[in-house]
């Protein structure tokens, strides 16, 4: 058994097997993958990463399966599961996950598992079956119903991936809008009908889950300069590395932030437009996604489409809940006139150049 300390638990205890996995290159180069992107140059004290929040998640899973009566074998398979589930990060995480060939982490995830010595270990463990399990819950691929069921503990609307990040991103921003009642959420968890759902007296709590989501997308996620750093990065990426890099794992596993970091440093215009915060401006944002897409035909008809840069993004927060009060089952939405009413967040922006950026935004003024 051993423990490592962590700010939102306390310490997080690992069986043998379970530190054997943690002690993995896979696993260790977590710790040099940030959470949060480039998001540390906006909220300076982001710099939690990957290996946390990993632990993290498989704390929460144990407790949630013990909250709904999983069996030992299942809780253990979850906990692996739930331990692994983010290994195929590129750097800087979401951030640049769109420059691997699958475009998602979670296939990089099996890539790692079955290339590395994570296959030995897990499959002397587990047996092939179980290591084949393991892959589906950590990935939401369930072969059958019950597998849907155990795999919603980690990927699903109230899994415990998203119960741990936001409550560490929230910790590690500073963004005190982004907590939530935890311990209530969890206490009140329920299996309804092959699902989890929340019993009536969590309702406060699950409403409060699905806020604080909303901020932190508001807040922290959808940053203006967050975003437009997140855009200069990657545009960076693409030409510093290579693309067979994301497809070998043995190339894989040597890409960090902090390798990546050093190319950065030594691309001059790359370096100035993230790391030396010369990111283009803000010189436009709206909900409005037609008003958007006006706006962006008539710049590119004035400006050179290299001093812009245009940003779309939108996250639906809320997918039904059930609710249960006295044996019957209810939609969250029914029960909570907040739940019911909560919108996607959905934010579009036009940047430019800061040379040049009050002439744009003149530019837009007169197109109103």
């Known amino acids: 058994m051993k423990e490592f300390s962590d700010p939102l638990y306390g310490f997080i205890r690992l069986t043998d097997f379970e530190l054997k996995l943690v002690d993995s290159l896979p696993f260790q180069r977590l710790r040099f993958i940030k959470q949060l992107g480039l998001a540390f140059l906006v909220f300076p004290s982001a710099h939690h990463t990957r290996f946390e929040h990993s632990l993290g998640t498989l704390f929460v899973t144990d407790l949630v399966a013990r909250r709904l009566g999983f069996s030992k074998e299942e809780r253990t398979l979850l906990r692996v599961a739930a331990l692994l589930h983010d290994l195929g990060h590129p750097p800087f995480s979401h951030t640049t996950e769109e420059l691997l060939p699958s475009k998602s982490h979670e296939s990089f995830t099996e890539t790692l598992v079955l290339n590395t010595e994570l296959k030995e270990l897990l499959t002397n463990e587990l047996g092939k079956d179980g290591l084949k399990l393991v892959l589906r819950l950590a990935l939401g691929k369930p072969a059958d119903e019950r597998e849907r069921f155990l795999s919603s503990v980690i990927t699903g609307q109230l899994g415990t991936d998203r119960l741990d990040y936001l ?66 990065l990657v545009e960076a990426l693409k030409e510093l590395i290579k693309e067979e890099e994301l497809k070998d794992p043995s190339g894989f596993l040597a890409l960090n932030d902090a390798s990546v970091l050093t190319r950065l440093m030594q691309h001059p215009r790359a370096r100035e437009l993230t790391l030396g915060r010369r990111h283009f401006k803000e010189v436009f944002s709206t909900d409005d996604r037609e008003r958007f897409l006006t706006v962006k035909k008539e710049l590119l008809k004035l400006f050179p489409k290299e001093i812009l840069r245009f940003d779309a993004v939108k996250k639906e927060l809320y997918e039904e809940v059930p609710v249960v009060d006295g044996g019957k089952v209810y939609r969250a939405s029914e029960l909570s006139p907040l739940l019911s009413s909560l919108k996607p967040v959905e934010t579009y922006r036009v940047y430019a150049e800061r040379d040049r950026w009050r002439e744009v935004r003149s530019a ?4 109103s």
């Not at 409403?207 to 967050?226: A, I």
């Open 364 to 367: 837009i003024e007169r197109l």
């Open 167 to 232: 409550r560490r991103d929230a910790y590690f921003c500073g963004v005190a809008l982004g907590s939530f009642d935890y311990t209530r959420l969890l206490s009140t968890l329920t299996p309804v009908d092959g699902s989890i759902g929340v019993e009536l007296r969590g309702l406060r709590a699950l409403e409060d889950f699905f806020v604080s989501r909303y901020f932190m997308y508001q807040q922290v996620y959808f940053h203006k300069v967050v975003r437009i750093l997140s855009l200069h």
